[in-house]
Protein backbone atom coordinates (compact mmCIF):
# COMPACT_ATOMS: atom_id res chain seq x y z
CA UNK A 1 0.00 0.00 0.00
CA UNK A 2 1.48 3.37 -1.39
CA UNK A 3 1.00 6.47 0.35
CA UNK A 4 1.10 9.94 -1.66
CA UNK A 5 0.64 13.02 0.78
CA UNK A 6 -0.85 11.12 3.27
CA UNK A 7 -3.76 9.51 0.66
CA UNK A 8 -4.13 6.09 -0.36
CA UNK A 9 -3.22 4.91 -3.79
CA UNK A 10 -5.14 1.98 -3.47
CA UNK A 11 -8.56 3.91 -2.70
CA UNK A 12 -8.71 6.09 -5.89
CA UNK A 13 -12.60 6.69 -4.83
CA UNK A 14 -10.72 7.90 -1.28
CA UNK A 15 -8.40 10.17 -3.15
CA UNK A 16 -10.81 11.72 -5.12
CA UNK A 17 -13.25 12.84 -1.68
CA UNK A 18 -10.07 14.86 -0.80
CA UNK A 19 -9.68 16.86 -3.70
CA UNK A 20 -10.53 20.58 -4.02
CA UNK A 21 -10.81 22.43 -6.98
CA UNK A 22 -11.19 26.23 -6.65
CA UNK A 23 -13.18 27.42 -9.55
CA UNK A 24 -16.44 25.21 -9.18
CA UNK A 25 -16.49 25.57 -5.43
CA UNK A 26 -16.44 29.42 -6.02
CA UNK A 27 -19.54 29.03 -8.16
CA UNK A 28 -21.53 26.60 -4.88
CA UNK A 29 -20.09 28.79 -2.65
CA UNK A 30 -21.61 31.82 -4.25
CA UNK A 31 -25.06 30.05 -4.52
CA UNK A 32 -24.34 29.72 -1.02
CA UNK A 33 -23.82 33.10 -0.19
CA UNK A 34 -27.13 34.10 -2.26
CA UNK A 35 -29.53 31.49 -0.13
CA UNK A 36 -27.89 32.96 2.95
CA UNK A 37 -29.09 36.76 1.73
CA UNK A 38 -31.90 35.34 0.69
CA UNK A 39 -32.37 34.69 4.17
CA UNK A 40 -31.50 37.60 5.52
CA UNK A 41 -33.84 39.48 3.30
CA UNK A 42 -36.90 37.64 4.38
CA UNK A 43 -36.47 38.01 7.86
CA UNK A 44 -36.53 41.66 7.20
CA UNK A 45 -39.45 41.48 5.06
CA UNK A 46 -37.70 41.88 1.70
CA UNK A 47 -39.71 39.26 -0.04
CA UNK A 48 -38.69 40.01 -3.45
CA UNK A 49 -35.00 40.63 -2.72
CA UNK A 50 -35.38 37.20 -0.83
CA UNK A 51 -37.30 35.72 -4.38
CA UNK A 52 -34.62 36.93 -6.80
CA UNK A 53 -31.54 35.95 -4.58
CA UNK A 54 -33.21 32.26 -4.69
CA UNK A 55 -32.94 32.59 -8.17
CA UNK A 56 -29.88 34.06 -8.53
CA UNK A 57 -28.60 30.92 -6.17
CA UNK A 58 -30.18 28.36 -8.99
CA UNK A 59 -27.78 29.73 -12.11
CA UNK A 60 -24.85 29.47 -9.98
CA UNK A 61 -26.34 25.93 -8.60
CA UNK A 62 -26.34 25.34 -12.54
CA UNK A 63 -22.77 26.76 -13.40
CA UNK A 64 -21.11 24.76 -10.78
CA UNK A 65 -21.75 21.11 -12.09
CA UNK A 66 -21.11 22.10 -15.33
CA UNK A 67 -17.80 24.58 -14.79
CA UNK A 68 -16.40 21.05 -13.29
CA UNK A 69 -17.54 18.90 -15.69
CA UNK A 70 -15.77 21.28 -18.13
CA UNK A 71 -12.96 21.82 -16.84
CA UNK A 72 -12.74 18.20 -15.45
CA UNK A 73 -12.39 18.94 -12.05
CA UNK A 74 -15.04 16.62 -10.78
CA UNK A 75 -14.93 15.23 -7.02
CA UNK A 76 -16.75 13.74 -4.10
CA UNK A 77 -16.08 16.76 -2.05
CA UNK A 78 -17.41 19.24 -4.66
CA UNK A 79 -20.82 17.00 -5.19
CA UNK A 80 -21.15 16.74 -0.95
CA UNK A 81 -20.57 20.43 -0.62
CA UNK A 82 -23.31 21.12 -3.39
CA UNK A 83 -25.31 18.99 -1.65
CA UNK A 84 -24.97 20.73 1.60
CA UNK A 85 -25.31 24.70 0.28
CA UNK A 86 -28.81 23.08 -1.65
CA UNK A 87 -30.11 22.47 1.22
CA UNK A 88 -29.48 26.27 2.57
CA UNK A 89 -30.06 27.72 -0.85
CA UNK A 90 -33.23 25.80 -1.76
CA UNK A 91 -34.64 24.66 1.41
CA UNK A 92 -33.95 26.52 4.31
CA UNK A 93 -33.96 29.90 2.15
CA UNK A 94 -37.39 29.20 0.40
CA UNK A 95 -39.12 27.79 3.49
CA UNK A 96 -38.30 30.62 5.48
CA UNK A 97 -39.21 32.87 2.36
CA UNK A 98 -42.56 31.34 1.99
CA UNK A 99 -43.56 30.89 6.07
CA UNK A 100 -42.86 34.59 6.64
CA UNK A 101 -44.27 35.86 2.90
CA UNK A 102 -47.61 33.85 3.28
CA UNK A 103 -47.69 31.16 5.94
CA UNK A 104 -47.29 32.65 9.41
CA UNK A 105 -50.94 34.06 9.32
CA UNK A 106 -52.05 29.94 9.48
CA UNK A 107 -50.31 29.27 12.81
CA UNK A 108 -49.04 25.71 13.18
CA UNK A 109 -50.70 24.93 9.69
CA UNK A 110 -47.87 27.22 8.66
CA UNK A 111 -44.80 26.41 10.15
CA UNK A 112 -45.55 22.98 9.78
CA UNK A 113 -45.81 23.32 5.33
CA UNK A 114 -42.27 25.50 6.15
CA UNK A 115 -40.51 23.01 7.89
CA UNK A 116 -42.09 20.25 6.32
CA UNK A 117 -40.70 22.32 2.87
CA UNK A 118 -36.85 22.33 4.15
CA UNK A 119 -36.79 18.46 5.52
CA UNK A 120 -38.17 16.68 2.14
CA UNK A 121 -35.87 19.38 0.62
CA UNK A 122 -33.22 17.47 2.92
CA UNK A 123 -34.58 13.86 1.79
CA UNK A 124 -34.79 14.89 -1.91
CA UNK A 125 -30.76 15.82 -1.50
CA UNK A 126 -30.03 12.43 0.18
CA UNK A 127 -31.83 10.49 -2.15
CA UNK A 128 -30.99 12.10 -5.31
CA UNK A 129 -26.83 11.57 -3.85
CA UNK A 130 -27.91 7.29 -2.96
CA UNK A 131 -29.37 6.94 -6.35
CA UNK A 132 -26.92 5.34 -9.13
CA UNK A 133 -29.08 5.68 -12.43
CA UNK A 134 -28.31 7.20 -15.65
CA UNK A 135 -31.56 8.50 -16.67
CA UNK A 136 -32.01 11.34 -18.29
CA UNK A 137 -34.75 12.50 -15.99
CA UNK A 138 -35.40 13.24 -12.40
CA UNK A 139 -37.38 11.33 -9.90
CA UNK A 140 -38.90 13.49 -7.68
CA UNK A 141 -39.01 17.59 -8.57
CA UNK A 142 -35.48 19.30 -8.25
CA UNK A 143 -34.95 21.03 -5.29
CA UNK A 144 -33.86 24.34 -7.44
CA UNK A 145 -37.33 24.15 -9.00
CA UNK A 146 -39.40 23.96 -6.21
CA UNK A 147 -37.71 26.78 -4.39
CA UNK A 148 -37.81 28.55 -8.17
CA UNK A 149 -41.43 28.29 -8.07
CA UNK A 150 -41.75 29.88 -4.54
CA UNK A 151 -39.66 32.79 -5.59
CA UNK A 152 -41.75 33.17 -8.77
CA UNK A 153 -45.10 33.36 -6.94
CA UNK A 154 -43.63 36.32 -4.65
CA UNK A 155 -42.63 38.47 -7.77
CA UNK A 156 -45.79 37.37 -9.56
CA UNK A 157 -47.67 38.75 -6.45
CA UNK A 158 -45.23 41.59 -6.54
CA UNK A 159 -45.94 42.15 -10.12
CA UNK A 160 -49.84 42.66 -9.51
CA UNK A 161 -49.15 45.10 -7.19
CA UNK A 162 -49.38 43.19 -4.03
CA UNK A 163 -46.54 44.26 -1.43
CA UNK A 164 -46.33 42.74 1.82
CA UNK A 165 -46.89 39.70 3.21
CA UNK A 166 -50.07 37.83 1.62
CA UNK A 167 -52.76 35.27 2.83
CA UNK A 168 -54.69 32.95 0.34
CA UNK A 169 -54.77 29.75 1.02
CA UNK A 170 -53.79 28.40 -2.49
CA UNK A 171 -50.35 29.29 -1.33
CA UNK A 172 -50.44 27.07 1.53
CA UNK A 173 -51.09 24.39 -0.28
CA UNK A 174 -48.39 25.35 -2.93
CA UNK A 175 -45.70 24.32 -0.15
CA UNK A 176 -47.74 21.17 0.61
CA UNK A 177 -47.97 20.52 -2.91
CA UNK A 178 -44.26 21.15 -3.57
CA UNK A 179 -42.83 19.12 -0.79
CA UNK A 180 -44.83 15.76 -1.95
CA UNK A 181 -43.70 16.25 -5.42
CA UNK A 182 -39.72 16.60 -4.26
CA UNK A 183 -40.06 13.43 -2.71
CA UNK A 184 -42.67 11.81 -5.24
CA UNK A 185 -41.61 9.37 -7.97
CA UNK A 186 -42.81 11.69 -10.65
CA UNK A 187 -40.52 11.81 -13.77
CA UNK A 188 -38.97 15.22 -14.63
CA UNK A 189 -37.29 16.36 -17.15
CA UNK A 190 -33.44 17.47 -16.86
CA UNK A 191 -32.61 19.41 -19.98
CA UNK A 192 -29.40 17.68 -20.10
CA UNK A 193 -29.23 14.91 -22.57
CA UNK A 194 -31.77 16.41 -24.92
CA UNK A 195 -32.25 14.78 -28.59
CA UNK A 196 -32.06 17.43 -30.65
CA UNK A 197 -31.06 15.75 -33.36
CA UNK A 198 -32.42 17.24 -37.24
CA UNK A 199 -34.12 19.85 -34.84
CA UNK A 200 -31.91 22.17 -34.53
CA UNK A 201 -33.69 25.30 -36.13
CA UNK A 202 -36.75 25.13 -34.77
CA UNK A 203 -35.45 24.53 -31.34
CA UNK A 204 -33.65 27.49 -31.82
CA UNK A 205 -36.53 29.99 -32.48
CA UNK A 206 -38.50 28.21 -29.83
CA UNK A 207 -35.33 29.48 -27.49
CA UNK A 208 -35.59 32.87 -28.95
CA UNK A 209 -39.34 33.34 -29.00
CA UNK A 210 -39.26 32.07 -25.36
CA UNK A 211 -36.30 34.66 -24.85
CA UNK A 212 -38.42 37.22 -25.81
CA UNK A 213 -41.18 36.94 -23.89
CA UNK A 214 -39.13 36.38 -20.47
CA UNK A 215 -37.52 39.85 -21.80
CA UNK A 216 -40.47 41.84 -21.95
CA UNK A 217 -42.92 40.26 -18.99
CA UNK A 218 -39.94 38.60 -16.58
CA UNK A 219 -41.92 38.47 -13.89
CA UNK A 220 -45.28 36.54 -15.36
CA UNK A 221 -43.21 34.79 -17.37
CA UNK A 222 -41.14 32.97 -15.12
CA UNK A 223 -43.90 32.16 -13.25
CA UNK A 224 -46.06 30.78 -15.66
CA UNK A 225 -42.82 28.32 -16.96
CA UNK A 226 -42.09 26.97 -13.43
CA UNK A 227 -46.11 26.21 -13.19
CA UNK A 228 -45.83 24.37 -16.66
CA UNK A 229 -42.82 22.66 -15.52
CA UNK A 230 -44.14 21.41 -12.06
CA UNK A 231 -47.33 20.50 -13.97
CA UNK A 232 -45.27 18.52 -16.22
CA UNK A 233 -44.02 15.51 -14.23
CA UNK A 234 -47.56 14.84 -12.99
CA UNK A 235 -49.07 15.24 -16.55
CA UNK A 236 -46.83 12.77 -18.06
CA UNK A 237 -46.96 9.88 -15.64
CA UNK A 238 -50.97 10.37 -15.75
CA UNK A 239 -50.80 10.77 -19.62
CA UNK A 240 -48.33 6.78 -19.33
CA UNK A 241 -51.32 5.88 -16.87
CA UNK A 242 -53.81 6.79 -19.55
CA UNK A 243 -52.06 4.51 -22.22
CA UNK A 244 -51.58 1.54 -20.45
CA UNK A 245 -55.08 1.78 -18.86
CA UNK A 246 -56.41 2.01 -22.32
CA UNK A 247 -53.82 -1.09 -23.30
CA UNK A 248 -55.33 -3.01 -20.88
CA UNK A 249 -58.71 -2.50 -21.40
CA UNK A 250 -57.49 -3.53 -25.48
CA UNK A 251 -55.94 -6.72 -24.45
CA UNK A 252 -59.05 -7.41 -22.02
CA UNK A 253 -61.55 -6.95 -24.98
CA UNK A 254 -59.18 -9.25 -27.56
CA UNK A 255 -59.16 -11.85 -25.14
CA UNK A 256 -63.05 -12.23 -24.94
CA UNK A 257 -63.50 -11.98 -28.57
Known sequence: MTLTNGVSMSHPQEE????????????????????????????????????????????FD?????VARMTGK???????????????????????????WALQPYGRYGWLAAFLYIATTTLRLARFNSQQTDSVNFIGLPCPAAAAMISSAVLFCHSLG????????????????????????????????????????????GALLLFILVAAEPQIMFFAIFVLYIASGMATDLWKWAQKSSLGHKLTNKSKQ
Do not use: W
Not at 37 to 54: N, Q
Not at 174 to 198: D, E, I, R, T, W
Open 162 to 205: IEGPVKHISLLFLVYLLSYLMVSNHSYCSFKKMQHKGRTFPILV
Open 62 to 66: GLDGR
Open 74 to 100: TSMFGVELDSLCDNVSFGVAPGLLAYF
Open 16 to 59: MSTKFYLLPCLFTLSSLFCGFYAILSATKGEFVVSAIAIIVAAV
